[in-house]
């Protein structure tokens, strides 16, 4: 727990939904990374938990006894599914899906088949308040470069997942006029790494370099745009403390040499109070999370993997440790060819 308002993601338990049969997760209050192959779930849990938060912050009214159904709104426009028996694993019988997520107060919240979209919260402590629990989802595809596009996306109904809107009116806020010292430094830090300030213009963005000026999204080095989405949502304060990171292959189109400041940041933002969750299949990544975090740094990795008949995970502090690592049997399967192609 990190404050009487805003709530870490504690746990989640889940059944019969997507590519699970049943699994239930501990995460830490730090920084939480997922790996594992294609279809083991990694950006499926991640969408499930951004819309747990998102829809515990859209409405201010008790949720001790109304129905709710925002959560399976945001569920279904974030998975741009056509119907909501794609959410089912099991699609023979009446069995519902589960979802039960403990921050700070434990919910439970059933999808039937017959009606997904009427559904009743069930919060099993006496605290009925709700919890505000502040979050951004970062999805693997840059979007910077699109904005204006969330401006079309209500009014023409496009076939976008809806997360990558949300990060396009996330970013698109005034920022803050009192960003606190701690957040600051990191955003200077980040100006330093992309050579400038992070500029929001006539719905477009650029980055306002020194002795150059003003260079659009739309020619910078993917890299830059990832780190300087990361400065804006900063400079905007919605990643700040007791906020929710979650973020869908941060590594990608990153230079191997920023991969370690990349991890220096994120472990920067872990320890002001921002709890983060990743997926990835970035060796490098993993490696770095464990060679640079502190005694007191909480750093959880998760490997996903699949099973007979559904998806299970294991959990160690140390990314060496996990014995299902689908990112190091590639990485050994290289190297065997290699040396097989040689000899």
Known sequence: MKGAANMAINKICIENFTVFDK????????????????????????????????????????LSEIKDTSFYMRLARSFQTSSGLDFFRNRTDATPAFIGIIAGTEYRYKINKNKP???????????????????????????????????????????????????????????LKNLDADMTMLRDKIAGIIGGNVVYRNDRYFIDKEGIGLIEFAVEA???????????????GHIKKDSVLIWDEPEANINPKLIPTLVDILLSLSRHGVQIFLATHEYNLMKYFSMKKRVADEVAFFSLYKTEHSVAYEREDDYDLLEHNAIIDANTRLLEDEIERVL
């Open 117 to 175: 979209e009427i559904n009743i919260w069930e919060i099993s402590t006496e605290n009925k308040a709700k919890e505000i629990i502040p979050v951004i989802l970062i999805p693997a595809k840059e979007m910077l470069t699109h904005s204006g596009l969330e401006k079309d996306y209500a009014d023409r109904k496009l076939p976008l997942d809806l997360t990558l809107i949300d990060i396009l009116n996330k970013s698109g806020v005034s920022v």
């Open 222 to 236: 993917e890299g830059f745009k990832k780190f300087g989405l990361i400065y804006r949502l900063i400079e905007t």
């Open 23 to 62: 699994i239930e997760i501990d995460f830490c209050d730090g920084i939480n990374v997922f790996i594992g192959e294609n279809g083991t779930g990694k950006t499926h849990l991640l969408k499930v938990l951004y819309a747990f938060c998102e829809s515990r912050n859209s409405n201010s009214m008790d």
